[in-house]
Nanobody
Framework: QVQLVESGGGSVQAGGSLRLSCAAF????????MGWFRQAPGKEREGVAA???????SYADSVKGRFTISQDNAKNTLYLQMNSLKPEDTAMYYC?????????????????WGQGTQVTVSS
């Protein structure tokens, strides 16, 4: 069983940066894909970025060029570096694991989720 714990959220002004972390515990060797998702009040959960076991990455169009996903396998930790933050990036951010696929547009594929960390960007 894999457990995920996010950290690093907070409040920043527009144009600022944050780095989110997601520590994975348990049997992590079966994980094929790790992703970051976000959900704003009243909106559906959406994929932000994902990385598979080969290091291939994918990003939502809205964050391309601003966000970077990476992972440190030795530390079993996933990261999301967020630069040039905008008020529309305000949301609860979740990391998630998928054992078979890596489809950022399909949050339902991801079977394990963290508890989330709040990111608030003020104008």
């Amino acid at each position: 069983q894999v457990q995920l714990v996010e950290s690093g959220g907070g409040s920043v002004q527009a144009g600022g940066s944050l780095r989110l972390s997601c520590a994975a515990f348990g049997y992590t060797y079966s994980t094929y894909c790790m992703g970051w998702f976000r959900q704003a009040p009243g909106k559906e959960r959406e994929g932000v970025a994902a990385i598979d076991s080969d290091g291939n990455t994918s990003y939502a169009d809205s964050v391309k060029g601003r966000f970077t996903i990476s992972q440190d396998n030795a530390k079993n930790t996933l990261y999301l570096q967020m630069n040039s933050l905008k008020p529309e990036d305000t949301a609860m951010y979740y990391c998630a694991a998928d054992f078979f696929r890596c489809r950022l547009a399909r949050p339902a594929d991801f079977g394990v989720w963290g508890q989330g960390t709040q990111v608030t960007v003020s104008s």
